[in-house]
């Protein structure tokens, strides 16, 4: 878990991997969440990204790239930011992968 917290609102970034892969079962899954005082010193989170997994890839940093007052979420081959009330992917690089880790 890592939290971003900027003027306008604090962020949470949440995964959870299992499995080893190679063969064998591997599963990722990366949520993005806003998060609200509750007065008590706790939060509610609300997610942000979409219900469904769509190749999000792990924030390596949140900055506000164009100067807008939002985040940008920074990834080794993404750029996501808010659209709407979701955050969801406006670039993206594609690498090929021909290296087999197992």
């Not at 979701?86 to 670039?91: A, E, K, M, N, S």
């Amino acid at each position: 878990m890592v939290a971003f917290s900027g003027q306008v609102k604090q962020w949470v970034a949440v995964r959870a991997r299992a499995g080893a892969g190679c063969g064998e079962f591997f599963g990722e899954i990366l949520g993005l969440f806003t998060a609200k005082a509750s007065g008590d010193g706790k939060f509610t989170l609300q997610l942000q990204s979409p219900e469904r997994n769509v190749e999000l890839r792990w924030p390596a940093a949140a900055a506000d790239v164009d100067g807008d007052g939002h985040f940008e979420w920074i990834g080794p081959t993404q750029i996501w930011r808010e659209v709407g009330p979701t955050v969801r992917p406006v670039f993206e690089i594609d690498i090929p992968d021909f290296d087999c880790p197992c």
